[in-house]
């Protein structure tokens, strides 16, 4: 009841993300220099697996864009960047 009194939510994030967490990756992920979830991790302050997931988010979104990274020897690492 209370609820349709609120009317809807402008933006809601799904459980378990945060809007100053997202705005943090959002500001390490940079400009048309990929990163990886390691840079980003490390540029954020954050774990990498978080960093990771709120890419992903992005990604879902479509306020960034994956793509694999090549140039050394064994597994390409994904590489993000804003949409």
Excluded at 58 to 83: K, S
Aim: positive net charge.
């Amino acid at each position: 009841m209370f609820a349709t009194l609120r009317g809807p939510a402008a933006h809601t994030l799904p459980k378990g993300l945060d809007e100053q967490t997202l705005r943090a990756v959002l500001g390490s992920l940079g400009g048309d220099a990929g990163r990886s979830a390691s840079e980003v991790a490390g540029l954020a302050g954050i774990s990498r697996v978080t960093a990771r997931r709120y890419l992903e988010y992005l990604v879902a979104a479509e306020r960034a864009v994956r793509a694999p990274r090549y140039g050394t020897p064994g597994r390409p690492e994904v590489e993000y960047r804003p949409a």
